[in-house]
């Protein structure tokens, strides 16, 4: 529970290890640096515990969330756009499963279900897949900061959390997104300052809610406005 903790050491140096990725007590990951990605070993026992061994690296960029989606299949994101999957559960990896070509560094992944996922990363990034991770669609998250973590109740309620005390419902974003895939007259509007007209009195709050996305804030124009 906590109340007690011992060192387990690698069985070689490795690289600065930033996270665990468990699926149960015997199958599981620590990620990190330079790609670094070790796994929980059944056949390697010391004083009769489990211990750890190195996979191959597919990638050299730094490793920092991952997730299991059942026993077999797991990915893995991280710096660079890395996008890492596996359906053999962590015998081999697949740095070319995504046929969309991610960008920036991705810092959290959460499936909701086998084929609902997404990935936040920095400057706000959030991706989202409807087919399992095979393509990947930008969402437009309303914010600059960078987004460290996300986590779904099911395909369309969520929570993305970020830099400078970012806390977003991730709900209006899956809806519009999934209401625009379909083959009718649907066009998605997303959040915005909630003003419309382009006129002197306008265009000076539109700049807030902007600056707003930056950590700039315009006390002027909002006293104006009062």
């Not at 797991?74 to 995504?98: E, P, Q, Y």
């Not at 998250?141 to 419902?169: I, N, Q």
Request: net charge neutral; proline share 4%.
């Amino acid at each position: 529970g906590g109340g007690k903790w011992e060192r387990i050491e690698l069985p070689e140096n490795a690289d600065r290890l930033v996270r665990f990725v468990f699926r149960n007590d015997s199958l599981g990951f620590a990620i990190g640096e330079a790609g670094s990605i070790w796994q929980l070993a059944d056949d390697q026992l010391v004083d009769g515990r489990k211990t750890w061994k190195r996979v191959n690296r597919p990638s050299r960029y730094l490793l920092l969330g991952g997730q299991f989606k059942d026993d077999f299949n797991a990915v893995l994101v991280g710096g660079g756009g890395t996008f890492l999957s596996t359906a053999t559960a962590g015998a081999d990896w697949d740095a070319s499963f995504s046929q969309t070509r991610l960008e920036g560094k991705l810092s959290s992944v959460f499936f909701a279900d086998q084929k609902n996922g997404w990935i936040v990363g920095s400057g706000g990034a959030v991706y989202v897949t409807r087919n399992g991770g095979r393509s990947w669609n930008a969402q437009v998250s309303g914010t600059k900061s960078d987004l460290f973590g996300v986590h779904f109740l099911d395909s369309k309620r969520g929570m993305v959390v970020g830099d400078a005390g970012t806390v977003e419902p991730a709900a209006g974003l899956a809806l519009l997104d999934a209401a625009a895939t379909k083959p009718f007259g649907f066009m998605p509007f997303y959040p915005g300052p909630g003003l419309g007209g382009h006129c002197i009195p306008i265009d000076p709050f539109y700049l807030t809610w902007k600056a707003r996305e930056y950590d700039f804030a315009t006390e002027f124009i909002e006293l104006a406005g009062k």
